[in-house]
């Protein structure tokens, strides 16, 4: 099989993963999370568990799609365009780090580090949505407390996805 060929087994997980991120996405708008972290706009980040999944055991470009389609579904389901302008930008953001720390895995970059790394463009790609609409650069001030929130995140992300990526590598479910 070519390597730029799409199986109905790779586009059906594709589909069944674009509904999970939706879904935790749409879950994640109704955790209290500022009740516990005092930050508008940090989130967990759940939805990028199957961002890090899609683009281990996929390839990157179903992973994207499967961003742009999360990013869509979230923005139609009460997110509305400001959302997805955020969404979208900090998502593809934390997607190209995450696949380009992603070749260096096993070897310079664990599955935290490229978790964290994608937490951290994520909010980078926020904070530059925020700078343009309010077209204020000091936005830039709130970037470290979002990166510290990011760091947080990434971690836990990470440890959220490590159980599933040990089971599903033994299944041969993606194939190659």
Known sequence: MSAGRITAKKLALAGMLTAVAAALSVLERFLPLQAVVPLPGV????????TMFALFFLDF??????????????????????????????????LLVMAALKRG?????????????????????????AMALLNDAAVLAYLPALLAAGLITGVLTAAA??????????TGVAGK
């Open 43 to 50: 989130k967990l980040g759940l939805a990028n568990v199957v």
């Open 61 to 94: 470009r179903l992973s994207a799609a499967i961003v742009l389609a999360r990013c869509l579904l979230g923005a139609l389901l009460g997110g509305g365009p400001t959302g997805l302008m955020f969404s979208l930008t900090g998502s593809m953001l934390a």
């Open 105 to 129: 895995h096993g070897r310079a970059f664990s599955l935290f580090g490229i978790s964290v790394a994608g937490a951290a463009a994520h909010n980078l790609g926020q904070v530059l949505v």
């Open 161 to 170: 996805a490590l159980p599933f990526f040990g089971k599903f590598s033994k």
